[in-house]
């Protein structure tokens, strides 16, 4: 170890109380360490936020954190004043705070005790903030959930276009771009929106050896093969994932009425009852939630052992992120998708209602989906493939997890499905 690695391992023990970095942490933080724009993609849980976090608290100047939420910037921001006897050492600057919470953020930075400031991106384009951030030394920008800046990703936000703008108006500062997005159109996209085809860019696999991966096709008899698959799994937590609210709710009554403890999570409910819901998930009241995909960002119970897709997903991303919340724990992690082709014309049908370009995206995106669901082949080499990665479906780790490995369709029985 050189005298530089020994100092940021000294630094991650004093600060988050580690002793050691995850997968390509280290060699991030070496990369930020040196000025360098950086591009990192790691799948979610993957560490991203110690990769700049870490550098900020031992650099000098300020690092500013873009964000798309503010429940998450607020949650990074209480957690870092968590790490340190100074509440100034990180802020979140938006339109919400008042003149007198706005003169401490730019005294706190003004004096050099804020390292971290989380931005929204609109809040970038307020000339009074720029202004002021032109005139303190600032270490660099971290652009968090960067996928944000692309078309093809699976949240887009205009606003995150205009960055490379605004960041040019603070001098020279390395970038630093995070996501958890795979997908090598998006990467293309963050690279050239923020004109950093230079960055140093680490990317982990996306691999995860322990979700096993299937899809059965779908019938009128689904609800009743669900019951079945949830009773063969007593006791274990699952979510189902459904298109519609009505569904949401017509599955969660459906299994209650067969014994199963079942709650509906969607945005039509009340917070109250929604927060509800996903406390008796997470304190294990319930073994099920049947959710649309309102449910699931930052969840983290490390130990749902299915997620059950009742209705395909819109793209091969959101179907990789939404199964990602199986199997947390390193444990079996079931992903179970039932395709019919009827679904597929529903959600074109959807779509038709908006601007062309979104829809020809959206299209595109949910070819994929059907590719996925038809496909005869490993269905993790086809989900990384997709995601850019190579994947060996003989050696590699959890080649044996799908139903296509396991129980190989002959050509007849693929091509009969294929006509159904
Ligand atoms: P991401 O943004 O990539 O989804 P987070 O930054 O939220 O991931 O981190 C996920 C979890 O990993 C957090 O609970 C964090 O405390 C933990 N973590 C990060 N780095 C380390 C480390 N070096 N050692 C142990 N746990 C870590
Ligand atoms: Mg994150």
Known sequence: MNSNEIEIHKELKKYFGFSQFKGLQEQVITSILSQTNTFVIMPTGGGKSLCYQLPA??????????SPLIALMKNQVDAIRSLSSENGIAHVLNSSLTKTEIAQVKKDITSGLTKLLYVAPESLTKEEYVAFLQSVPISFVAIDEAHCI???????????????????QLGQVPIIGLTATATPKVQ????????MSDANTFKASFNRPNLYYEVRTKTKNIESDIIRFIKQHKGKSGIIYCLSRKKVEAIAEVLQVNGISAVPYHAGLDAKTRAKHQDMFLMEDVDVVVATIAFGMGIDKPDVRFVIHHDIPKS?????????????DGGEGHCLAYYSYKDVEKLE???SGKPVAEQEIGFALLQEVVAYAETSMSRRKFLLHYFGEEFDSETGE??????NVRNPKTKVEAKDQAVK
């Open 349 to 351: 049908k959807f779509m």
């Open 150 to 168: 692309s078309e093809w990703g699976h949240d887009f936000r205009p606003e995150y276009r205009n960055l490379k703008n605004i960041i040019k």
């Open 398 to 403: 959890g080649a044996d997890m799908d139903d």
């Open 316 to 328: 091969l991303e959101s179907y990789y992120q939404e199964t990602g919340r199986a199997g947390r």
């Open 57 to 66: 608290l031992i650099q000098d100047g300020t690092a500013i954190v873009v």
């Open 188 to 195: 293309e996209d963050i690279l050239k929106n923020l004109d």
